[in-house]
């Protein structure tokens, strides 16, 4: 009896250690770095996994492989001095609603005004959908989130990027991206 409790013991720790096994370990700390620019007008805060690789009118960060696809993100500021930030919001967001390649358009309210005009942002995903096609995207596509901004007499976008299988389907990465998107903010440019 006792050969066969400590077998039966011995199956279920077994078991237990494949199953612990078989969750990964989380690929981000949960730390971040707060980025500013205050020539281009943006602060976020980004994952200290995040690797800047270039600044400016488009600054770059290489992050981690996800699922074995690595992760990047990108500011793209547009100056557009004269123009209204409503104006510019206005165009674009009707435009991606009628894109089929953009999903989950959603308007994202930003606290404050500059040089005395209100901020405007938007906020939407690729579409789950292959370009050109109808069928599905595969896991190790290429997918992205994206956040339009425009105040600051400039057009931000942030983009987000990773493969399907992590940013679409998957938790963690959505979740550190998510934190990310929240923690955009436009601020005084100084020369």
Known sequence: MRIW????????LGGVAVAQEASPAPVFSGKTQTYQDTTTGFRLEVPIEFQLTGRGANTTWEGPKVDDFVTSLFVNVTPMPGVHPQAIYDGVVRSKKNDKTAVDVRQIKMAGKLKGKPIFAFRFMESPKAPGSNDDKGPQDHHRWFLY????DS????CMAGSYQALGQGKELPDVYL???KS??????TP
């Not at 409790?5 to 279920?12: I, N």
């Not at 057009?155 to 942030?158: F, G, N, R």
């Open 184 to 189: 955009f903010q436009l601020i005084q440019m």
């Open 179 to 181: 934190k990310i998107l």
């Open 5 to 12: 409790l400590s077998g039966l013991f011995l199956f279920v």
């Open 155 to 158: 057009a931000y976008e942030l």
């Open 149 to 152: 901004v425009y105040g600051n």
